[in-house]
């Protein structure tokens, strides 16, 4: 693939088209958005779909949710594994079997090793590490800004495209919990969660903006975000 000018499609109905094709492939991209905004689904469809339609190798490292979980999540929006060749999903469990157990957890550290590890058994294009926030619990940061500015850099020097997922409370906040991720990250995928008035219901919508992308001429709209079996679609006038 060529770094410069391929482009990591996010296979979101009406998305790529408004963003140059895709995400330039070796960026880091932050997925921001709070609790059941679809982070973990969104990332998830983004290495499906370039697994099974393209034959990209990721790697989905499920910090937070077990791997039946987060696959039975996935199951019922339609992503089904079966004939997904080159997409590999490892939870916690499994990274904790294979980490050094001698040591004193410090995730932030270890998984550095473990990916430079993955990355030559699977032949990785795209990573995504779901979440951020769960692996900062698991890890001792004394200096947080350096630590994870390290972080950034051995995902930088592994030339994936890289997903990090991102919680953010619902309204307002930053877009990570140290406030160095977003100028860390090549790119900001925002999704929120907005309360709108229907009759006398008040009904949760989902929308999608892109916050930042280097590098590509984006708009700053927020989309409705609509998800079913047949995919991620965005509503555009
Ligand atoms: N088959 C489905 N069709 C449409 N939406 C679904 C389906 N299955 C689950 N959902 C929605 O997906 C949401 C969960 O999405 P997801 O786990 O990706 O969110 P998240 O942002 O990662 O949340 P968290 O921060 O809790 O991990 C559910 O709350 C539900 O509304
Ligand atoms: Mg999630």
Redesign the pocket.
Known sequence: MNGTESRIRTHVKGLDERIGGGIPAGFTVLIC?P????????AFNILYHSSKDQGLGGLYLSV??SKESLLG?AS??GLSMENVDTLNVVDLAKLRRESRKSEEENLIVTLQDLLAKYNEEFDLQLLAIDSLDALYALSTLKNPRNEIFRFFEALRDLKLTSFL?S?MPREGGSFGKYGVEEFLSDGIIH?RLREVEVGRTTSVRRFIGIAKMRGTKHELDYYPLL???SGFEVLVE
């Open positions: 958005g609790s059941g905004s679809l982070k973990s689904s969104l937070e949710q999540q019922s929006l997922v919680e999704l998800v079913d079996k």
